[in-house]
């Protein structure tokens, strides 16, 4: 299975945009990158995904480098809400999610 | 509304007594599994289901069991739970060949 690499935290403050690293060296050609949070007491949801390009939903922005060697996944204005941990996720045909540590975002107001 | 439930959200047994905690979907999706997650270990996949009675072990099924006898419930088995199996249980559902996986509200479980 393929392995994820994460910083084990990140601050931020409120209003501000927010850059959440993945290193994925190991990645195949048809591994997606998926990223879900987990909020407190929460179960984990999801939040965005790429193969190739960047995409972009209501939620964030994925930016995929052009060797798929890493990702970031960018909120665009954090707010308090925000606060969770984030897991970066290759996922293959098996559509199973492996969940590394993740980062832990603290958002400051 | 899309839904994951799962009952009951906190239990606590003792040591041999069997228990199931229950995970519904209302989706009508073909894939679902059940994760634990531990402090330190993270969330690790027990058991998973690709539709009606299909089921398969995923990294850490020793002490669990599961059935998929209709598509929208997929229960797990704990028939002699021990003290180890103490944790944070989470189920979770997705359509086969979609991008996105809903998760339950989690199980807090402490066997003594």
């Known amino acids: 299975d393929a392995k994820t690499t994460q910083p084990n935290s990140m601050e931020s403050n409120e209003e501000e945009p927010v850059h959440l690293p993945c290193n994925h060296s190991t990645i195949s050609g048809t591994d997606y990158i998926h990223w879900y949070r987990q909020l407190p007491s929460q179960g984990p949801e999801y939040v965005i995904h790429?193969?190739?390009s960047n995409v972009n939903n209501r939620m964030a922005s994925l930016a995929i480098a052009e060797d798929r060697k890493s990702s970031t996944l960018i909120l665009h204005r954090a707010t308090l809400r925000d606060a969770a941990v984030y897991y970066c996720?290759?996922?293959?045909?098996?559509?199973?999610?492996?969940f590394g540590s993740g980062t832990r975002l603290l958002v400051r107001p | 509304e899309a839904q994951v439930t799962q009952n009951p959200r906190y239990l606590i047994t003792v040591t041999g007594k069997k228990l199931t905690v229950t995970c519904s979907q209302n989706m009508n999706h073909e894939y679902m599994s059940w994760y634990r997650q531990d402090p330190g270990l993270g969330l690790r996949q027990i058991y998973y289901s690709m539709n009606v009675e299909v089921t398969d072990k995923g990294d850490v099924p020793e002490g669990y069991k599961v059935s998929r006898k209709e598509k929208r419930n997929f229960p797990l088995i704990l028939e002699s739970p021990s003290p180890n199996q103490t944790s944070l249980y989470f189920c979770a559902t997705g359509q086969w060949g979609t991008d996105t996986q809903y998760f339950g509200p989690g199980t807090r479980l402490t066997v003594l």
């Open positions: 790429g193969l190739t």
């Open positions: 996720i290759l996922m293959d045909s098996s559509y199973k999610l492996i």
